[in-house]
T-cell receptor
Framework: GAGVSQSPRYKVAKRGQDVALRCDPI?????LFWYQQALGQGPEFLTY????????KSGLPSDRFFAERPEGSVSTLKIQRTQQEDSAVYLC?????????????FGSGTQLSVL | AQKVTQAQTEISVVEKEDVTLDCVYE???????LFWYKQPPSGELVFLIR??????QNEISGRYSWNFQKSTSSFNFTITASQVVDSAVYFC????????????FGKGTKLSVIP
């Protein structure tokens, strides 16, 4: 597609439910990133993929968060046993090369609300 | 550690006024990249500009201009003759270190342009 696509656009979950957020990066982009944006804050790094390899997951807040990109294109961010503090906008971004100092192309995000 | 400070939380201007958004960064690395992104109500972060630490030339793109000053660790953004379509949240961000890829964002400045 022309841009980074994320689905769903909005997700409401009850506390304790598992959720899966999908990201379709720009075709051919090597690097894929997930960022978390709390209300009124700047995005914060969660994890980084280069093709199918997850090279950095240092920003994932707990072991309830898991991300994958099995074929080097589409990525899924999964959150198990959601908590209220997980409520945020989850942004996916991709870049053409390895991402070092590169500009990122962002999707519109998934707004997750945990009740 | 790196940090980006955007001291202005919200700014309101009347259409056609000029407005400057401030950004101050902190890093110990000599190689770094500075960015500005625009986040309209749709949520998607839109890339505006990237500068590397070795290029202090100011840049102008249409009504937008950027002033990079290493002496004051600032990378300010000016919109000339503002328009209603400029209303958005603007983020300054930093990638610090050669080979790095994590963006560190400021908290953003919400700009409202009043017709």
């Amino acid at each position: 597609g022309a841009g980074v696509s994320q689905s769903p656009r909005y997700k409401v979950a009850k506390r304790g439910q598992d959720v899966a957020l999908r990201c379709d990066p720009i075709s051919g982009h090597v690097s894929l990133f997930w960022y978390q944006q709390a209300l009124g804050q700047g995005p914060e790094f969660l994890t980084y993929f280069q093709n199918e390899a997850q090279l950095d997951k240092s920003g994932l807040p707990s072991d309830r968060f898991f991300a994958e990109r099995p074929e080097g294109s589409v990525s899924t961010l999964k959150i198990q046993r959601t908590q209220q503090e997980d409520s945020a906008v989850y942004l996916c971004a991709s870049s053409l090369d390895r991402g070092h100092g590169e500009k990122l192309f962002f999707g519109s995000g998934t707004q997750l609300s945990v009740l | 550690a790196q940090k980006v400070t955007q001291a202005q939380t919200e700014i309101s201007v009347v259409e056609k006024e000029d407005v400057t958004l401030d950004c101050v960064y902190e890093t110990r690395d000599t190689t770094y990249y500075l960015f500005w992104y625009k986040q309209p109500p749709s949520g998607e972060l839109v890339f505006l500009i990237r500068r590397n630490s070795f290029d202090e030339q100011n840049e102008i793109s249409g009504r937008y201009s950027w002033n990079f000053q290493k002496s004051t660790s600032s990378f300010n953004f000016t919109i000339t003759a503002s328009q209603v379509v400029d209303s958005a949240v603007y983020f300054c961000a930093l990638i610090s270190g050669a080979g790095s890829y994590q963006l560190t964002f400021g908290k953003g400045t919400k700009l409202s342009v009043i017709p």
